[in-house]
């Protein structure tokens, strides 16, 4: 599967409006950072996406998405849910399934109470199919399974995607010397501020982890950089990427810091031969491949 980062950026984007620091002034693409979101594409053709935030219509048109079989909510805050009625075109011939807990789908409907409402016909409403879920759903070859997790005071999900291969079933059912090793599973974890025990299990050990880290400094509802990569570290993913990240650092920075952090824990960098951990800003655009 391919995942495409739509975007990486906290709450308000980056730049911020009406801001004058220099990361909202840098002229590095890699400092653009828009509001977070995640497109999933499936070997056989599977198309998703984890939330749809303002600039949801920007960052498809920019990934070329032509289509989407089902979209997979983490929370219902602005930053994540308001770019929803752009899925219109999308959903013209056949309805997109919106997955979430309780809470999200419940904010969601109020938010977008018009899509739900008899009277308004015409003038184009997108055509959306609620769904609440509490276990894995099936989307052609790929699962998302819900990860319950802490945003501040809010039970928000992350989403674990994981790919089925032709022999081997699910990847994350693999097991290897009595450790689970799912070498096809990523795992997204945004606005997370703390992951229960019994997530940490379904998390498992992802090849691939892209966790929400806003700044260095604390936060109430997100974890800082480091308390993002520690997390990481206990989880044992490859390949680690920060998002949702605010304009405290330009990316060249947030690369040296998540250096700097695996030198001091002594953790090897992958080299490309196997073996090693990558931890990294996530930036928008960019693809991963597992
Ligand atoms: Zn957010
Ligand atoms: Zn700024
Ligand atoms: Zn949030």
């Not at 680690?240 to 250096?259: A, M, P, S, W």
Request: hydrophobic share 40%; glycine share 10%; net charge negative.
């Amino acid at each position: 599967m391919k995942l495409t980062i739509l975007g990486s950026g906290t709450s308000h984007g980056i730049p911020v409006l009406g801001c004058d620091c220099p990361v909202c002034h840098s002229e590095d693409i890699l400092d653009k950072r828009m509001r977070a979101s995640l497109y999933i594409e499936g070997d056989s053709g599977e198309r998703a996406l984890i939330d749809t935030g303002p600039e949801f219509r920007l960052q498809a048109i920019r990934a070329g998405i032509k289509r989407l079989d089902g979209i997979f909510l983490t929370h219902a805050h602005a930053d994540h849910v308001h770019g929803l009625d752009d899925v219109r075109p999308l959903s013209r011939e056949t309805p997109l399934p919106v997955y979430g807990n309780r809470e999200t789908i419940e904010e969601m409907r109020e938010r977008f109470s018009y899509i739900f409402k008899e009277t308004q016909q015409g003038g184009g409403k997108p055509r959306i199919i609620p769904r609440v879920v509490s276990k894995p759903v099936a989307l052609g070859g790929l699962t998302f399974t819900p990860i319950p997790v802490k945003h501040g005071m809010l039970d928000i999900l992350g989403w674990k995607i994981e790919e089925k291969t032709a022999d081997t079933g699910t990847a994350a059912a693999k097991k290897t010397s009595g450790v689970e090793a799912a070498p096809g599973a990523a795992v997204y974890l945004t606005d997370t501020s703390e992951i229960p025990a019994a997530s940490r299990e379904i998390i498992g050990k992802p090849a691939v982890l892209i966790i929400g880290a806003l700044r260095t400094r604390p936060a109430e509802t997100h974890f800082s950089f480091e308390q993002a990569l520690n997390a990481a570290v206990e989880i044992g993913a490859a390949e680690v990427y920060l998002t949702h990240i605010c304009h405290d650092y330009l990316h060249g920075e947030i690369v040296e810091y998540c250096q700097n952090f695996m030198e001091e824990r002594g953790l090897k960098a992958a080299n490309g031969m196997g073996g090693g951990v990558t931890m990294t800003p996530a930036y928008d655009c960019l693809e991963i491949t597992l």
